[in-house]
C-alpha cells in the first residue's frame, strides 16, 4: 500500500514524523459522530440530488454502470454567487517562514469546533491512477455540500472495490494518507475573505468560507503534487499527449500553461484520426524523473463548460455543473446553456470517456516539454537547447490570469504576470521545481520549445497555427535544420513562419525583447528578496543577465 492510514501501538507518539498539530486537529474531526461515511458514488449521487438548491436535469450521464452511478441519473447544476473562482490569497502553509504556525493552528482549531453543531460527509479517492504512484485521499465536508462531495469522488478516483485492489499492490511510499477538511459554512473573523490551512509535509489541509470546487480540487492535487516531488517525480500543472508510430520512437510532448493559454486544446486534439494518440491527462500528472514515464493523478477533466456550445458532442460527458444557466428545450425539459451567460467560469466535471484514446500510465518516457507563454515578444514557436534557459524559461513563464482566479477588484487581465511552471498550486520553494524540471532536460533530455499562444508584435496566434507547430513536430514535418538562429543567443532558434517574420536586426524590437526579459529577472529578483531561505538558483538569474546585456 502506496500511504499509510493505520499506525501500531508503538507508533502511536508525539515524535513520529507523521503527526503534527495541524494534522492531528484535522484529522480527529474525521471520527465525530456527526460525520457519516459515503460508501459508493451511487450514495454521493442521490445525497447531491437532495441538496437544496441542486438542479436535476433531464440530460442523461452516460457509462453510469461504469461510473457506479444509478442507473437513469442525470446531469447535475449547483450555482454559486459572486465568487466564481479559486481565492490564491486565502492560503496559508504552515512552513512558510512568514507565517505564524501556531497561530494557524489556534485558528484551525477554532474554525473547525465552530462547526461541531453540523453534520458532515466524508469518503475516501485515490490521487494517481498506476500502482507506481497512488495515495489515499480522505475528504470531509457539510452534508449541505453533498454536491461538492459527489463532484470530489467523480473527479479523482473513488475507493471502491476496483481502487482498493489497485492500492494494495501499490509501490509504498513512507508517507500518511491526505485528509482535507473542507467547510463553506464557517468563517473565521480573522480571515473574513477565506482561510486555507495547508500542512503539505503532513499532507493535509483545510478550507473555510470558500465554496468553489477548485478549491477542493487544486487543495488535494496541491498535498499529492508535494508528495510526487518528495519521491522522484517532476510535478506538472499541465496536459501530456503521446503520438504513437510504427517506423520511429514515440513521442510524448507535455504543455505547460495556466487555464485559457490553450494546453487542454493542445492536449485532446485529434488531428482528424490521421495518428495514433494516446491522452494521459490534461491538467494533472507527473513524470518520473528516473525512467521517464509519467502518471496522471486523476480520471476526469474540470473544464470550462464555455468552450463547448449546446449541442457539443463533449457536452455528452458532463456529471456535475457549476454555475450554469438552465432553461426548457422546445420539449420543456430542463437543459443547459454551456456558454457564459450567467456569469464567467462555468464549470463542469466531465468524464475520462469524452477521450477515447484515455491512458492513465504513459510508459514511453518524456520526449518534449512546451511552455505555453502569452508574451507578445516571442515568435510562435522558439527551440531552446540550453537546460538551464530551458528551465528559466519554465521558471519565468509569462502568462496572463484567467477567470478561473478570484482576483482582486479592477485586476487588469491582459497583465502579464510571471507563474513559474505554469503552477500557482506549489507547496515547496520554486527551486525545488526548478531541479526537477532540470533534471528532465538533463538526465532525461528531454526538448524544450516555448509556444506563444497570444500575439507575436501585435498579431494573433491562432491555435490553428499552433495545432499545426505540434503536428509538424510529432511527424518529424519540422527537423531541427528547419530552426534559424534567434540573434546570436546561444542554444535559442525560431521557426520561421509566414505572416510572424522575426525581425532581431530592428532596434525597437531588440528593446521590447530586453523588456520582457528584464521583467522576468525582476521577478527573479523579487522573488528572493521575499524568500531569502528560498532562493532559486543563481544561473537562472545569469542567464536572463547574459540575453539581456547582448540585446543591450
Known amino acids: 500500500m502506496s500511504t499509510k492510514e493505520r499506525y501500531s501501538q508503538d507508533e502511536l507518539r508525539k515524535a513520529n514524523p507523521m503527526f503534527s498539530r495541524v494534522r492531528a486537529t484535522i484529522e480527529s474531526a474525521f471520527y465525530g459522530n456527526n460525520v457519516h461515511e459515503v460508501t459508493s458514488v451511487a450514495e454521493a449521487y442521490n445525497l447531491a440530488k437532495k441538496q437544496s438548491g441542486v438542479i436535476v436535469t433531464d440530460l442523461p450521464i452516460l457509462h453510469t454502470k461504469e461510473l457506479g452511478l444509478p442507473q437513469g441519473a442525470t446531469q447535475l447544476v449547483y450555482n454559486h454567487g459572486k465568487i466564481l473562482g479559486r481565492t490564491a490569497s486565502a492560503r496559508h502553509f504552515t512552513d512558510d517562514p512568514k507565517e505564524d504556525a501556531e497561530a494557524l493552528a489556534g485558528n484551525l482549531r477554532e474554525d473547525i469546533y465552530a462547526g461541531h453543531n453540523q453534520k458532515y460527509l466524508k469518503a475516501t479517492v485515490l490521487v494517481g491512477l498506476d500502482p507506481s504512484f497512488t495515495v489515499k485521499a480522505h475528504v470531509m465536508m457539510p452534508e449541505d455540500q453533498a454536491f461538492n462531495l459527489l463532484s470530489y469522488i467523480l473527479n479523482f478516483h473513488f475507493f471502491d472495490d476496483e481502487a482498493e485492489k489497485m492500492f494494495k499492490k501499490s509501490k509504498f511510499y513512507d508517507e500518511p494518507d491526505i485528509y482535507f477538511y473542507f467547510d463553506p459554512n464557517v468563517t473565521d473573523p480573522d ?15 483545510a478550507v473555510f468560507n470558500l465554496r468553489y470546487f477548485g478549491e477542493l480540487k487544486k487543495g488535494t492535487l496541491t498535498l499529492a503534487w508535494a508528495i510526487a516531488h518528495r519521491h522522484g517525480y517532476t510535478a506538472c500543472h499541465g496536459g501530456e499527449k503521446s503520438f504513437h508510430f510504427t517506423d520511429k520512437d514515440d513521442k510524448v510532448f507535455a504543455f505547460y500553461g495556466l487555464s485559457g493559454s490553450g494546453k487542454s486544446t493542445l492536449t485532446h486534439e485529434m488531428y482528424d484520426g490521421k ?11 507527473i513524470i518520473s524523473r528516473e525512467d521517464g514515464s509519467s502518471v496522471a493523478l486523476e480520471p476526469s477533466y474540470f473544464d470550462k463548460t464555455h468552450d463547448y456550445p449546446a449541442g457539443h458532442h463533449e457536452t455528452k460527458y458532463y456529471t456535475t455543473i457549476m454555475n450554469c444557466d438552465v432553461t426548457l428545450d422546445s420539449n420543456g425539459k430542463k437543459v443547459i446553456v454551456t456558454e457564459d451567460l450567467r456569469n464567467n467560469n462555468g464549470r463542469v466535471i466531465k468524464t475520462r470517456y469524452t477521450s477515447p484514446h484515455r491512458v492513465d500510465f504513459e510508459k514511453a518516457p518524456i520526449t518534449a516539454l512546451f511552455w505555453i507563454m502569452k508574451d507578445g515578444s516571442l515568435p510562435p514557436l522558439l527551440k531552446v537547447d540550453d537546460p538551464v534557459l530551458a528551465t528559466t524559461m519554465g521558471c519565468t513563464l509569462a502568462t496572463k490570469r484567467t477567470s478561473a482566479e478570484n482576483l482582486p477588484k479592477g485586476f487588469d487581465m491582459n497583465t502579464l504576470v510571471i507563474e513559474p511552471f505554469a503552477d500557482p498550486f506549489r507547496a515547496y520553494p520554486v527551486s525545488g521545481d526548478y531541479r526537477d524540471f532540470k533534471e528532465l532536460f538533463t538526465k532525461r533530455v528531454a526538448s524544450c520549445y516555448i509556444l506563444n499562444t497570444d500575439a507575436f508584435m501585435g498579431k494573433d496566434v491562432p491555435k490553428e497555427v499552433t495545432k499545426k507547430i505540434i503536428e509538424d513536430l510529432a511527424n518529424g514535418s519540422i527537423t531541427d535544420k528547419d530552426f534559424k538562429p534567434f540573434g546570436n543567443f546561444k542554444g535559442v532558434s525560431y521557426l520561421p513562419i509566414d505572416g510572424y517574420e522575426v525581425h532581431l536586426e530592428d532596434p525597437e524590437y531588440q528593446k521590447t525583447l530586453a523588456r520582457r526579459m528584464q521583467d522576468r529577472l525582476d521577478w527573479l529578483n523579487k522573488y528572493d528578496e521575499e524568500h531569502p531561505t528560498q532562493k532559486i538558483q543563481d544561473e537562472a538569474k545569469e542567464t536572463l543577465e547574459g540575453i539581456i546585456k547582448e540585446l543591450s
Open 191 to 205: 480571515y473574513p475573505k477565506g482561510l486555507g490551512v495547508f500542512d503539505a509535509p503532513h499532507n493535509c489541509a
Open 275 to 285: 495518428y495514433d494518440i494516446t491522452v494521459l491527462h490534461d491538467d494533472a500528472f
